[in-house]
């Protein structure tokens, strides 16, 4: 049997991860030529992607959390790969993996790396001001916590950390102007939280964007207001975890440019981002991804890939 051929790129800080190593031999066992890179400091996720297209490979595999995910989407979409498009596969080894959560994409480590087997999907990217992203940009309170969640705690305590770190800050909840506009389609006001994009969780499990599809051509939006009588109220029900999705106002868009004058706080995908006015506009089958056929994030009919013009 002929081989099959992809190269791992791996978090430098899952270099002695024992599952990995088991896995990643048993892919060589069953045919694969598996290479492994691995990222040290910034900037080495897209370094090694146009190293590996340059070498020939065409199938990705990106190891890490979402962040991790994001710099490799982004160097793939944003490569020049010839004829032949490269494809992008998902190793979730992060403390949320809300993308990788919410397509459907197995945590355990041999059945992460057998979606290699599965043929890609193309699936849509959002870009913020050029900036590319897989999953979701998020504002207001939620980016404030993930950005202030620490490494130390993600490690004692996953995905809890999130959770925790959020509530004890609620003392700090506050809401933030912002005014969003969109083809048919305008909103301004208070806001405790916003979620852009085509993932439908964030921040460690949150969910923001329930019906999102990643492969529909267009960006869920959705905002929490927070007029201002509110905000002791919205503490109590975000603590419950109950009576907050029917306060959600929600579009599906092919672009949104959102401002606010006093500054928003923007995670994209994990990077921090601050910003005045920003544009967000959804790229349609900018990637090919190997996700399962069964994937809560696929509308159900293939989506064509599109040839980018030279």
């Known amino acids: 049997m002929a081989k099959r051929r992809a190269i791992l790129i791996l978090h430098g800080k899952q270099s002695l991860n024992e599952q990995v190593r088991e896995a990643v031999q048993r892919k060589r066992d069953q045919g694969w ?6 990222t040290w400091e910034a900037g080495d996720a897209q370094r090694l ?26 160097a793939l979409a944003l490569s020049e790969y010839g004829a032949e498009p490269p494809s992008l596969a998902i190793l979730p080894l992060g403390t949320a993996n809300d993308f990788a959560r919410a397509a459907g994409v ?3 480590v041999d059945d992460a790396l057998d979606l ?54 609620f003392s700090e909840l506050h809401s933030a102007y912002g005014e969003l506009s969109g083809p048919d389609f305008h909103w301004s006001g208070e806001l405790l939280a916003l979620g852009i994009g085509n993932g439908r969780q964030a921040g460690g499990g949150h969910v923001l964007c329930p019906g999102a599809l990643a492969d529909d051509g267009l960006l869920d939006v959705s905002i929490l207001p927070a007029p201002q009588e509110l905000v002791g109220t ?30 928003l706080d923007i995670n994209l995908d ?32 293939e989506t064509p890939w599109l040839s980018r013009p030279d």
Not at 33 to 38: F, G, I
Not at 117 to 128: E, F, K, M, T
Not at 155 to 161: D, H, N, T
């Open 106 to 108: 197995p945590l355990e």
């Open 234 to 263: 919205l503490k109590g029900l975000l603590a419950g975890g109950l009576g907050i999705e029917n306060m959600f106002i929600r579009a599906r868009l092919p672009w949104v440019e959102l401002k606010s004058a006093q500054g």
């Open 33 to 38: 030529e598996l290479d492994v890179r691995l």
């Open 116 to 169: 290699l087997d599965v043929p890609p999907r193309a699936v849509d990217l959002g870009a913020a001001d050029g900036r590319l992203f897989l999953n979701m940009a998020t504002g207001g309170f939620g980016s404030q916590v993930t950005a202030n969640t620490s490494e130390d705690l993600k490690k004692v305590l996953g995905g809890a950390a999130y959770l925790f770190t959020g509530l004890s800050r």
């Open 270 to 301: 994990g990077e921090p981002l601050s910003c005045q006015q920003l544009r967000f506009e959804a790229r349609p089958a900018a990637l090919r991804v190997h996700l399962p056929a069964s994937s809560p994030l696929l509308g159900g009919s």
């Open 49 to 74: 992607v146009g190293e590996a297209l340059a070498a020939g490979h065409r199938q990705i595999v990106a190891g890490g959390g979402d962040g991790t995910l994001r710099d490799i989407a982004e």
